[in-house]
């Protein structure tokens, strides 16, 4: 849906034509800061850093040469990671060390794309129509730009925070391989990430209709859990059938799991997100969401029938998901098995959903069985000097657009920093149309005013945080 396909007015088609970057700038940075930004944005977009075709190593010392030209120390800039192709940066700048630093992560992996899938070449930078288009410019490419533009930009500033922030620019959260870039600093380099709580991806602003509907912060993330069940049969001639038969017990055990929910209920993040949900929706929901954020079972059943993903966010669900079993087409099975997929609330232990699995199957001779070896991940805690920086930098750039924390269904690089005990929030102040998320499909874009307003609200946020106090706001727009 092309705007450029009406006929415009002579003047406003000069003033396309002659100002490709068509952003209003009272919630924007000025204009240097914004090509700056832009610049790097590109830089890194064309970069192809897939898992298999391509590697994060250029983006990490493209980061660096930037900063570097920019003034910062050798000392200061870190590139490397679990192999020659798969590099990090890390970089470092120095706040007075009053309190424990900050550290500002992104990935610069970016899921495969095929040139033939899309409707332009994903590793070119492309500004089409109020959109920025190429693989990794929303997932995770535009905030690894801001990062390192904004810190290059404190540093014009001369600002002094109140603590260290750090930018972490890693490898691999898309491919989850041997190269993952948060968990090889962890292990390997601790010290230069260490800090105490870190921002990432996976909360994002909600737009529909093009209204902004919520500026979204994730706390906390459901974890998977594999389970294989399985039934072992003697099995015989198939002309002779017995009543014990391995695929109708997997079956019949199956039956039961699908009739099953586990326990509907709240924690500090989701009833936080519904309380936030009930003041956005307009409708018959608008109670229900209230009450189950105070504990109501009959309001959170509701919620769980409307919709899927209120479901999902009320408990921990478990669904089949692969299938196997016999051996010949005249013969009686000798083995049933099925993998089901679990993901579980941060609250519940792999043991008691373990346990619950085995109630619900009620067959000794279903064996339930856990694959791998699951880590729980757990919640980080609502920190109100977040949570009062994130609405604040919101209401100043979006009056009135609400802060919603939640809790998501995938997994990020978060849950590993979690775990290491330094909690994660995923923010970005980039604003998406809810029915419209291209993250790791075709023709992936950020808009170019959510990717500058996305910008300031970063450099806000960022400084808010790292000098708190009435100082925070008075060096803004
Ligand atoms: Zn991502």
Redesign the pocket.
């Given at each position: 849906m092309s705007a450029m396909k009406k006929p415009y007015p002579l003047h406003l088609t000069l003033m396309l034509l002659l100002s490709p970057v068509f952003v209003s700038a009272q919630t924007t940075r000025p204009e240097a800061e914004r090509k700056l930004a832009h610049d790097i944005y590109k830089e890194f977009v064309e970069i192809q850093s897939g898992f298999t075709t391509g590697a994060t190593t250029p983006v990490a010392e493209a980061a660096a040469a930037r900063l570097r030209a920019a003034g910062f120390s050798e000392f200061d800039v870190f590139v490397g990671g679990a192999s020659p192709k798969k590099a990090n940066l890390v970089v470092r700048y120095h706040g007075t060390g009053a309190l424990k630093p900050i550290l500002l992560l992104a990935?610069i992996d970016v899921v495969e794309a095929k040139r033939e899938d899309w409707s332009m070449d994903p590793f070119q930078f492309l500004e089409q129509d109020g959109f920025f288009y190429g693989r990794g410019t929303g997932?995770?490419k535009a905030q690894a730009a801001i990062w390192i533009a904004n810190l290059i930009q404190y540093k014009k500033e001369g600002f002094t925070p109140d603590r260290d922030i750090i930018v972490a620019l890693t490898a691999d959260?898309?491919g989850g391989g041997p190269y993952n870039g948060v968990g090889w600093l962890l292990k390997n380099h601790r010290e230069l990430i260490d800090s105490e709580f870190a921002l990432n991806?996976?909360g994002w602003g909600e737009e529909s209709k093009g209204k902004k509907i919520s500026n979204d912060l994730q706390i906390s993330e459901k974890y998977v859990v594999n389970f294989r069940l399985e039934v072992r049969n003697k099995g015989g001639h198939s002309s002779m059938p017995v009543a014990d038969n391995a695929i109708y017990r997997l079956a019949a055990a199956l039956q039961r799991l699908s009739n099953f929910g586990f326990p509907l209920k709240t924690n500090e993040v989701t009833a936080a997100y519904f309380q936030a949900m009930a003041k956005i929706e307009t409708g018959s929901r608008k109670e229900d969401l209230a009450n189950a954020s105070k504990g109501s079972q009959e309001a959170m059943q509701r919620l769980a029938a409307a919709s899927p993903a209120w479901n999902a966010t009320l408990r921990t669900t478990c669904v089949a998901t692969l299938l196997e079993g016999g051996h010949a087409v005249n013969a009686l099975p000798q083995l049933a098995a099925a993998t089901v997929n679990c993901r579980v609330l941060p609250e519940d232990s792999v043991e008691f959903v373990h346990t619950t699995l085995q109630k619900v199957v009620a067959d000794d001779e279903v064996s339930v069985r856990i694959l791998g070896d699951p880590a729980p991940g757990p919640a980080s805690a609502l920190r109100p000097d977040v949570l009062a920086a994130v609405s604040h930098a919101t209401e100043s750039l979006w009056p009135g657009v609400p802060v919603v924390p939640i809790m998501v269904m995938g997994a990020?690089d978060g849950k590993a920093l979690r775990i290491a005990g330094i909690p994660t929030y995923g923010i970005q102040g980039i604003f998406f149309d809810r029915d419209d998320i291209r993250?790791h499909g075709r023709d992936e874009r950020v808009g170019v005013q959510s990717f500058y307003e996305g910008h300031a609200f970063l450099y806000e946020l960022v400084k808010s945080l790292s000098k708190p106090g009435p100082m925070a706001h008075s060096n803004g727009r």
């Open positions: 990935h997932d995770d959260e898309e991806e996976g990020t993250f």
